[in-house]
């Protein structure tokens, strides 16, 4: 009979140790809590650097303030470049306005120079770089570009005494020319690398350089697509145009990294502009568009770039 007792006490004492060592340890068993939701600037932590987003991207803070503040650089024609009445006028100051219109807001020109459009964009003094500028390494570093607005690149004139035998770019390549352009006006092109034939000089500027073979002095002049359509606008009984250009520099419109939403939205209204032909006809107009369509004063063409 004790035998029995025994065997039926087992179980319950052995429950009763479980039951008192799983007491004993309750207090010291706690829920993991929750972390707070993040607040409306959050912070991303990346390789020990840690960097902050605003609650508010570009395209809300345009439409907050009612005004989109475009960087411009001042007297680059035919983009930009005030008219005889002091108006700003060209190509993209008429894409700034389209932009400014569909976005329901006034629009604000910035006028800079070139080196200051970049680090004032950076800065948040302007909302977007609308302005000319060409797609390269160093500024792609810096901001985020659009998709192309404008396909360019380098072309050149040639005085009209030459124009038969100087049709492309590689029938510069020969012993007993002269081809010249100013000090930036083949940019990180090379000249003389691509026409080891010819003789290659680079001036000061580009009016000296158009000077010398205004005058006859040189063969050909090399520079920007538009200072040369510019150059053969004012002297078209000097120069001849080849306009087929021989670089390919993209140009685009560049806005701070990261803005994703505000990309997209340009990049969009590009692609509408390209579809409904406006982007074209404002490149016809702008392209083709002489000195004394575009309303400026004679001072102000005879000073060039």
Known sequence: ???????????????????????????????????????????????????????????????????????????????????????????????????????????????????????????????????????????????????????????????????ESLQQFRDLNRTGLLVVSGLAGCGKFKTKESLPLAACRELPDSRSALDEVIQGRADAYVDEEFAVRMACAKHPDILVGRFEPFTYEPIAWGIRPGDVHWLNWLNNFIDSMQYDGTLEALRKKWRNISPEEMGMSIALLKGGR
């Not at 009763?16 to 959050?42: D, M, N, R």
């Not at 108006?87 to 080196?115: F, K, T, Y």
């Not at 970049?118 to 302007?126: V, Y």
């Open 1 to 163: 009979m004790s035998r029995v007792w025994v065997g039926a006490l087992l179980p319950c004492v052995f429950c009763l140790v479980i039951g008192l060592v799983v007491f004993s340890y309750q207090g010291s068993w706690s829920e993991p809590k929750l972390s707070s939701p993040p607040h409306a600037t959050s912070a991303v932590v990346s390789g020990g650097l840690e960097s902050r987003f605003p609650a508010q991207g570009t395209l809300d803070v345009i439409r907050s303030r009612g005004e989109l503040r475009v960087g411009m650089q001042a007297g680059y024609m035919p983009f930009q470049i005030p008219a005889s009445d002091g108006r700003p006028i060209g190509l993209e100051v008429d894409a700034a306005s389209l932009v400014a219109q569909a976005l329901g807001v006034r629009l604000r020109i910035i006028r800079q120079e070139n080196r200051e459009l970049i680090p004032s964009l950076l800065r948040g003094k302007t909302d977007v770089i609308m302005s000319a500028l060409s797609i390269t390494p160093e500024r792609n570093a810096q901001v985020v570009f659009t998709r192309p607005v404008l396909d360019t690149g380098r072309v050149f004139a040639v005085h009209r005494d030459h124009a």
